[in-house]
């Protein structure tokens, strides 16, 4: 399988360029139709022509130094945003200057010209992935379901794949038993070496751990409030006030390190996002995307009988609409007089 590299994307998908600006043009009804970009940050850079998380202008929202990304955003303020037109204008600077990937900073470092003309605004924006210990820990209750909802449909010709499904999961709970408890193991035996063979150093740790502890429960407050179905002014400003906090309890015990991208990313942009789509990033990430697509297949065979594609796709749209945890922002209408 080809690697998804700016030149394998390139190739894959340049020849849709057309298709996808004519379908963001398209009208229906009173609706413009809008393409929404979706994947990680690595491919979001590629696809529109950035250098790579590791370059000294590493943001996509943005055009923000990545020695600045250390002052609070309290302090230095929030940077020239970018957009698709100064993207195409940086690389159009640096195509002119002969592609001098040397000194691509000082052209915010777009290095290619962007696969798909996609306004920033309409990107799938941040990831909200699951442990696969975690996944892989509830594999069998899930496959427990799974198997009884084929008895009910199929009677006794699923025991043969019942019991194979049930079989496959008890062996990939037992794997993650094992393995948690070889950590477990592992991590117990370190400690009791530390507190046996280097008692000095153990008042340094316990001062680490609190530290860690502090600050990882801050940011737990944030991942709270960012994750959920629904944000609301409420939420919102206590997401204002816990991002500071967070940020500030990091720079404070770690003052010599980096500030990740990722990290700029919740500082700067994560309340410009929530104010503006009033969803957790859950629903606004890779896997959010891929549960609506599942959510619409699910849908699909309540309609299955309708011939008209296009009312049936109406009614799926309505449908998950009502169902959203997104609605209750939405004033009802007045009842009309009779």
Same mark, same amino acid.
């Given at each position: 399988?080809?690697?998804?590299?700016?030149?394998?994307?390139?190739?894959?998908?340049?020849?849709?360029?057309?298709?996808?600006?004519?379908?963001?043009g398209?009208?229906?009804?009173?609706?413009?139709?809008?393409?929404?970009?979706?994947?990680?940050?690595?491919?979001?850079?590629?696809?529109?022509?950035?250098?790579?998380?590791?370059?000294?202008?590493?943001?996509?929202?943005? $055009?923000?130094?990545?020695?600045?990304?250390?002052?609070?955003?309290?302090?230095?303020?929030?940077?020239?945003? &970018?957009?698709?037109?100064?993207?195409? #204008?940086?690389?159009?600077?640096?195509?002119?200057?002969?592609?001098? &990937?040397?000194?691509?900073? *000082?052209?915010?470092?777009?290095?290619?010209?962007?696969?798909?003309?996609?306004?920033?605004?309409?990107?799938?924006?941040?990831?909200?992935?699951?442990?696969?210990?975690e =996944?892989?820990? @509830?594999?069998?209750?899930?496959? /427990?379901?799974?198997?009884?909802?084929? =008895?009910?449909?199929?009677?006794?010709?699923?025991? =043969?794949?019942?019991q194979?499904?049930l079989?496959?999961? /008890?062996?990939?709970?037992?794997?993650?038993?094992?393995?948690?408890s070889?950590? #477990?193991?592992?991590?117990?035996?370190?400690?009791?070496?530390?507190?046996?063979?280097?008692?000095?150093?153990?008042?340094?740790?316990? =001062? $680490?751990?609190?530290?860690?502890?502090?600050?990882?429960?801050?940011?737990?407050?944030?991942?709270?409030?960012?994750?959920?179905?629904?944000?609301?002014?409420?939420?919102?400003?206590?997401?204002?006030?816990?991002?500071?906090?967070?940020? /500030?309890? *990091?720079r404070?015990a770690?003052? +010599?390190?980096?500030?990740?991208?990722k990290?700029?990313?919740?500082?700067?942009?994560?309340?410009?996002?929530?104010?503006?789509?009033?969803?957790?990033?859950?629903?606004?990430?890779?896997?959010?995307?891929?549960?609506? @697509?599942? +959510? *619409?297949?699910?849908?699909?065979?309540?309609?299955? $009988?309708? @011939?008209?594609?296009? %009312?049936?796709?109406?009614?799926?749209? +309505?449908?998950? *609409?009502?169902?959203?945890?997104?609605?209750? @922002?939405?004033?009802?209408?007045?009842?009309? %007089?009779?």
């Open positions: 399988m080809a690697g998804d590299s700016t030149y394998n994307l390139h190739v894959a998908l340049d020849r849709y360029k057309l298709q996808v600006n004519k379908l963001q398209m009208r229906w009804r009173d609706f413009t139709v809008k393409v929404f970009l979706c994947g990680d940050y690595d491919f979001y850079g590629k696809m529109y022509g950035l250098s790579g998380a590791s370059g000294c202008y590493p943001c996509l929202f943005c $055009t923000i130094h990545k020695e600045d990304m250390k002052i609070p955003l309290s302090v230095r303020g929030y940077s020239p945003t &970018r957009s698709l037109q100064s993207i195409y #204008e940086n690389y159009s600077e640096y195509s002119a200057a002969g592609f001098p &990937r040397k000194d691509a900073q *000082f052209y915010s470092n777009c290095i290619s010209e962007p696969i798909w003309d996609i306004p920033l605004d309409q990107l799938q924006r941040l990831q909200a992935a699951k442990s696969e210990l =996944v892989a820990k @509830h594999s069998k209750e899930t496959t /427990e379901q799974l198997a009884t909802y084929m =008895v009910l449909l199929y009677g006794e010709q699923s025991n =043969v794949v019942t194979y499904l079989q496959q999961a /008890e062996e990939q709970r037992e794997s993650v038993d094992k393995l948690i070889s950590i #477990e193991a592992l991590c117990g035996a370190m400690v009791a070496t530390a507190l046996r063979e280097i008692p000095s150093i153990l008042s340094d740790v316990m =001062v $680490t751990a609190t530290t860690f502890r502090s600050i990882l429960a801050q940011f737990g407050r944030c991942h709270e409030l960012y994750d959920g179905n629904y944000i609301n002014e409420y939420n919102a400003s206590q997401l204002a006030a816990a991002i500071p906090s967070f940020m /500030e309890s *990091f404070r770690f003052p +010599k390190a980096t500030t990740p991208i990290m700029h990313l919740l500082e700067d942009h994560a309340l410009q996002w929530a104010n503006r789509m009033h969803v957790g990033f859950g629903l606004l990430g890779e896997q959010g995307a891929e549960s609506i @697509h599942a +959510k *619409f297949n699910t849908l699909l065979s309540q309609y299955n $009988t309708m @011939h008209d594609k296009v %009312k049936k796709l109406l009614y799926i749209v +309505k449908q998950h *609409f009502l169902t959203l945890s997104t609605a209750p @922002h939405i004033t009802p209408p007045k009842k009309r %007089k009779q």
